[in-house]
């Protein structure tokens, strides 16, 4: 089972380079499932190493010109804040014991992995339709609704702080729609965004969690050297294809998470 868990974290970087936007949606399953780590430290685990392996991700796609950096701070101003908020004060405050109905009890692992189930349906379908479409118009509003940008900021941060996923699969689309970046900056822009709320928002961590450093190194390294296998291969594969039997692939663990949970 030790060598399984060691190969899904290569999988988690291999699946962040070649699909971009959802492959981080691996991480907190499993950490949960094959290393036995509980779902609240594993969504602090897992803020760090999707946001290293963002940030190598971020790198790569910054030399070669496709990180709006400007639009990653106007962006990263609601969703940052928002991700460290939710680590420094809405995390700690979740109770082990939630509430009891009847004879069926609700408890925080419970509640944060059918959260987590649901968002991997979200992305599996996000990725799937996304997977069969074609590329949305990459043309600029003429005028940037920064408001609306602002408010899927908190959103994403909201996410991002509190099931531990980078939000790539939101991200992209509302970067190509609200901000008119081309596919490919929206691709990098979103990785540099989710490395800064990643690695903030683990900040908001400190003094909450026993932090095994050792560990979670280890596995950041493991995924970080998956993000340029994933790289190379994405070049002689068709990412569109990719995609959509990825997002299938998310849709099954996500829906085996939630009736696991569940039943």
């Not at 946001?51 to 190598?56: A, E, Q």
């Not at 709006?68 to 680590?87: E, P, Y």
């Not at 014991?97 to 925080?108: P, R, Y």
């Not at 901000?179 to 928002?201: C, D, H, Q, R, Y």
Request: aromatic content about 12%.
């Amino acid at each position: 089972m030790e060598v399984v868990a060691y190969l899904a974290s290569a999988l988690i970087g291999i699946s962040l380079g070649l699909v971009g936007g959802g492959g981080s949606i691996l991480t907190v399953p499993v950490l949960v499932y094959l290393f036995g780590i509980p779902p609240l430290l594993s969504t602090s685990y897992s803020l760090f190493i999707v946001g290293c392996t963002s940030l190598v991700g971020a790198w790569q796609n910054y030399r070669n010109g496709l990180v709006q950096v400007k639009t990653a701070f106007l962006f990263g101003i609601s969703s940052v804040s928002t991700v460290w908020l939710t680590r420094k004060f809405l995390i700690p405050a979740i109770p082990q014991h939630i509430a009891t109905f009847d004879h069926f009890e609700l408890t925080e692992r419970m509640l944060m992995m059918v959260l987590f189930a649901i968002l991997m349906l979200t992305a599996a379908i996000a990725m799937i339709r996304n997977g069969k479409a074609e590329e949305p118009c990459e043309k600029a509003e003429e005028k940037l609704n920064l408001p609306k940008l602002l408010f899927y900021g908190v959103g994403i941060g909201l996410t991002t702080g509190l099931l531990g996923a980078g939000g790539g699969f939101l991200l992209i689309p509302t970067l190509v729609v609200l901000v008119g970046l081309p596919m490919k900056e929206a691709i990098g822009t979103s990785l540099f965004i989710i490395a800064l709320n990643s690695l903030i928002g683990f900040s908001g961590d400190f003094g909450h969690f026993e932090i095994d450093w050792f560990f979670l190194l280890k596995i950041t390294a493991i995924a970080v050297t998956g993000i340029f296998v994933g790289s190379k291969m994405s070049a002689k594969v068709d990412s569109k294809k990719l995609k959509t039997g990825f997002g299938w692939f998310v849709l099954l663990m996500g829906t085996y998470i939630l009736l696991k949970e569940i039943l």
